[in-house]
């Protein structure tokens, strides 16, 4: 089955400054690589994805890159604000023909913004 | 608001009770999954129904009983529980098989305490 490493574990930054985090998948066949923010009390809220026919993309401050190859894909936040601060979790979802249901989900960064 | 929607939010419960988490999605989609939420560990899928059907369960014990009596209803019946089975359970649907599937909607979980 699918793998997915996600590092760091935690990351604190100064309001303003960027925020990277690393995700790494095992399973060339995985296709779909959404990322979720888990705020204090709620569930994951998606706030990005992106496909394998993608390398990148970007939604006002956050973007999210993918590298096929390498088989690894990062979240990048800029201009970090206080508000960013929660759990982020990236996650891989395989093509597995009709059943492109299951994604598997890294163990999630803690990221701190520091006003 | 998500669109899927959990109760309670919050549940303490002895050892010997029996209750039920209660899942609800408005959002059309055909598939709904529960999801275990423990402290320092990854999104654990418990899970997975597909068109009412169940199609994954991954090695729960069975004091964890799901139903989904229709596309937009998921309960998770709880019965003789451990205390390390104290967690943070997350519903989440989405709309598999579909070339549209924008991944996981996840409600804002169910806050467990065994006692």
């Known amino acids: 089955g699918e793998n997915v490493e996600q590092h760091p574990s935690t990351l604190s930054v100064q309001e303003g400054d960027s925020a990277v985090i690393k995700c790494t998948y095992s399973?060339?066949?995985?296709?779909?690589f959404p990322w979720y923010k888990q705020e204090l009390g709620k569930g994951p809220q998606l706030i990005i994805d992106?496909?394998?026919?993608?390398g990148e993309k970007k939604d006002q401050r956050i973007a999210v890159t993918l590298n096929k190859t390498a088989k690894h894909f990062s979240l990048h936040i800029t201009e970090t604000q206080p508000e960013d601060s929660a759990v982020y979790f990236c996650?891989?979802?395989?093509?597995?023909?009709?059943?492109?249901?299951?994604?598997?989900f890294g163990k999630g960064t803690l990221l701190t913004v520091n006003p | 608001e998500t669109g899927v929607t959990q109760t309670p939010r919050h549940l303490v419960m002895g050892m010997t009770n029996k209750k039920s988490l209660k899942c609800e999605q408005h959002?059309?989609?055909?598939?709904m999954y529960w999801y275990k939420q423990s402290a320092k560990k990854p999104l654990e899928l418990m899970f997975v129904?597909?068109?009412?059907?169940?199609?994954e369960n991954n090695s729960v014990p069975s004091r964890f009983s799901p139903e989904c009596p229709n596309s937009s209803h998921l309960f998770l019946h709880l019965h003789t529980l451990q205390p390390e089975d104290s967690a943070l359970y997350l519903c989440?649907?989405?709309?598999?098989?579909?070339?549209?599937?924008?991944?996981?909607?996840f409600g804002s979980g169910t806050r467990l305490t065994v006692v």
């Open positions: 989440a649907s989405s709309q598999a098989r579909s070339r549209l599937d924008y991944g996981y909607t």
């Open positions: 129904y597909s068109l009412e059907e169940r199609v």
């Open positions: 399973d060339s066949a995985s296709n779909y």
């Open positions: 996650a891989a979802r395989l093509n597995s023909g009709g059943s492109n249901y299951k994604l598997t």
């Open positions: 992106i496909r394998s026919n993608v």
């Open positions: 959002l059309g989609h055909n598939a």
